[in-house]
């Protein structure tokens, strides 16, 4: 029977499309999507479930958003495509000048991409060629990277990922990196409260540059929040004493806001929660609102300079076919310009009602919600871990998000972390059901 007709639940063995990071042999019926609107996504026979991660953190202001919608109709009926190699056309400079004033013009360009792996890719090669255009003999070809980090899928940016279920079947294609313990203020592997810290956790970093830092380009970090692994929450002053430590040593600091960035942490970019500002910054997720793939990679004054010139043997050679397509871009210029009209008001409504959940759900469960935290428009805690499958692939996660499927809300539990980032827009109505959806998992337990 063709897959297309949906008359029946279909398996991922039994669909013409390679689902990923799905077990292929699982017994587990596809959700089939037939619409979407606002936080809902809708199944086949119009029943609607919460969308309560945003379709992977990127439809941040609800599905299929009036204004992202008319300026993908209008831009659409002007200029489909056209390469940007030697181009331009008004969307990609429009969002480009919007993006740098976004930032207070910490940046000075932007270079387009089609997803967030391809925007590290970008931000690692840059930070690799900085250093040769300076100096042709330049031995500055490693990284530093973080245990907890996941940065993508593609070669690059799953090996400066931290070594983990994503990518150790691949370590053999690993390019040179270092690799150091993650922080994590919510259950600190040192022991100690924000009253105590003094970044103990970067004495080895610290300890480790002196006498290494020639062999190595930049350090590459997801700011104030590790997400794909575990949406581990750490204090600002960590990313304060590690811009210290890279600007001493001759070290690039790279942000990837893939997660983080368009709002989600409260502010435009997490960074600006800082004292901070990195050499090249990371975007991508939410950037079209989840309408359709665009990432970007920014680029600092000083990095751009070492490129400003004439000599071919000096210019950055990366393209991507679709890199600046202006529908996307015209889809991002909406989602942009609706974080600037009020998403940061929305956005700190959405954390006081999560806060609200989370207070509730630790009262009602004090054993099962371990490390409640929420910063933003994230809420997320841990279940006590089961024996068995750890990490990712951890039993308990499954269940819950099948408990949650019954009062028709949707999660991705990350192991066992249970994370909640829906759309700003959620109403408090569904933020209600959602709490519920929860609490009916949590007792399931």
């Known amino acids: 029977m063709p897959c297309y007709q949906w ?3 279909l398996k991922p063995s039994e669909s013409a499309t390679w689902i990923p990071l799905t077990l292929q042999g699982s017994e587990e019926d596809l959700f089939y999507v037939k619409r979407a609107k606002d936080e809902f996504l809708y199944d086949k026979e119009d029943t609607a479930f919460i969308d309560a991660i945003s379709s992977w953190w990127t439809s941040i202001h609800g599905h299929c958003h009036p204004q992202i919608q008319a300026a993908i109709e209008k831009q659409i009926q002007h200029l489909d495509h056209v390469m940007l190699a030697g181009f331009l056309h008004d969307p990609v400079e429009k969002l480009s000048e919007s993006l740098l004033s976004l930032t207070n013009h910490s940046f000075q360009k932007v270079f387009y991409s089609d997803n967030g792996s391809n925007a590290v890719e970008i ?5 690799i060629q900085y250093f040769k255009n300076a100096d042709q003999n330049s031995q500055k070809n490693g990284f530093f990277i973080f245990s907890s980090a996941y ?6 940016a799953m090996n400066v990922s931290g070594l983990n279920y994503f990518n150790r079947i691949f370590s053999s294609l690993r390019f040179p990196t270092k690799e150091f313990q993650a922080p994590n203020c919510i259950n600190c592997p040192l022991q100690k409260t924000p009253n105590s810290c003094n970044v103990e956790c ?10 290494n830092s020639e062999s190595f380009a930049a350090v590459i970090i997801e700011p104030l929040v590790f997400g794909a692994n575990g949406m581990i929450f750490y204090e600002p002053k960590f990313l304060e004493r590690l811009q ?3 600007k001493t040593h001759d070290i690039l600091l790279i942000y990837d806001e893939v997660f983080t960035g368009m709002g989600r942490l409260g502010n435009g970019f997490a960074y600006q929660e800082t004292q901070t500002c990195p050499d090249l910054l990371v975007t991508a997720k939410g950037l079209t609102g989840g309408a359709l793939p665009l990432a970007a990679t920014l680029v600092s004054h000083s990095i751009y300079q070492r490129f400003l010139n004439k000599d071919p043997y000096l210019s950055f050679f990366h393209a991507h076919t679709m890199t600046g397509n202006p529908i996307s871009c015209s889809a991002s210029l909406a989602s942009v310009g609706l974080w600037k009209d009020g998403g940061k008001k929305r956005v700190k409504q959405l954390e006081s009602n999560l806060k609200e959940i989370k207070s509730e759900l630790v009262s009602l469960f004090p054993d099962l919600v371990l490390h409640a935290r929420v910063k933003g428009s994230l809420f997320a805690f841990d279940l006590p871990m089961e024996i068995g499958e750890d990490e990712y692939l951890n039993p308990v996660g499954k269940r819950f998000k099948e408990k949650a499927f019954q ?3 949707l999660l991705r539990p990350l192991g066992n972390t249970i994370y909640v980032c829906p759309p700003y827009t959620t109403s408090k109505q569904s933020l209600l059901q959602i709490q519920e959806a929860l609490a009916f998992a949590l007792k399931s337990l």
């Open 151 to 156: 940065h993508g899928d593609s070669i690059g």
């Open 123 to 127: 931000a690692l090669k840059l930070a």
């Open 407 to 409: 009062k028709q809300v």
């Open 7 to 9: 008359e029946t639940s």
């Open 202 to 211: 970067l004495d080895p970093f610290a300890e480790f540059l002196p006498t």
């Open 244 to 246: 210290t430590l890279c």
